[in-house]
């Protein structure tokens, strides 16, 4: 079930961590903390995290 809520997260513009990795250019690690800490907006889909990249650069003030 999971799988097909993946698709459809990616289906809505958003990104996993990976991608968000590459575009902040920062490590897997920083995502983590920013998570752990509230920082940035992210959506769990089973054990997955998906994100919406405006969104998290605005939290970020970039």
């Known amino acids: 079930m999971s799988k097909g809520l993946a698709k459809i997260a990616l289906e809505k513009g958003l990104v996993p961590t990976s991608a968000l990795v590459h575009e902040l250019g920062v490590t897997k690690e920083a995502i983590f903390y920013y998570r752990e800490k509230n920082l940035i907006p992210f959506v769990q889909v089973g054990k997955r995290y ?13």
């Open 50 to 62: 998906f994100y919406d990249l405006k969104k998290v650069l605005e939290a970020l003030g970039q």
